[in-house]
């Protein structure tokens, strides 16, 4: 059953499926996610300079027995696709891709919509799997199934926070 804080069910999540290790380039939707896991001594929190960082720290966890997460905005993920087609995917290193998607319903910068419209076609053509979080309700199924999937299946998998959940631009 979800709380009344859909954040606190996303920590509570990568927590249950023993995600330790967060890296992160923050956004506004995103802070308040990094702010509980930086209070939570089970996780390990990295802040990033860019978000291909991310995929060469999760690796190393990963191969140090560690799992994590990577939360991003849809633009940074942009800057991942050379180190996810070149190392995350064909050494099959699995890792939860955390999306604050920009572009969509109710964007209000331009520079966001390109990027941001094209991360779905981008997920699929590299083969990672992208489920997202539209309702409080959705929360916990999604980061709990998606988080198994990308450890059955060793590949990354996103999971995005719906701007309709996160309340978008009017949240940014």
């Known amino acids: 059953m979800p709380t009344s804080d859909w954040r606190q069910d996303i920590v509570d999540g990568l927590k249950a499926n023993n995600i330790c290790t967060i890296a ?18 089970f996780f390990r ?3 990033l300079t860019r978000e291909e960082e991310g995929v060469g720290i999760l690796t190393g966890a990963y191969l140090g027995g560690r799992r994590g997460a990577l939360l991003l905005q849809s633009s940074g993920f942009g800057n991942i696709l050379n180190a996810l087609g070149s190392l995350a995917i064909p050494y099959q290193v699995p890792f ?3 999306l604050s998607p920009r572009g969509g319903f109710a964007e209000h910068n331009v520079v966001q919509l390109a990027l941001g419209k094209a991360v779905p076609s981008i997920s699929e ?4 799997q992208m489920f997202e979080m539209t309702t409080p309700e959705d929360v916990p199924v999604v980061i709990d199934k998606g988080t198994k999937l990308a450890y059955v299946t060793r590949r990354p998998v996103i999971l ?8 978008g631009a009017a949240n940014r």
């Open 24 to 41: 992160h380039v923050s956004d506004r939707v995103l802070a308040p996610i990094v702010r509980l896991v930086e209070a939570d001594s």
């Open 45 to 47: 929190v990295i802040t």
């Open 96 to 98: 939860v891709l955390l």
């Open 125 to 128: 053509a590299l083969g990672i």
């Open 160 to 167: 995005s926070i719906s701007t309709r959940l996160s309340g």
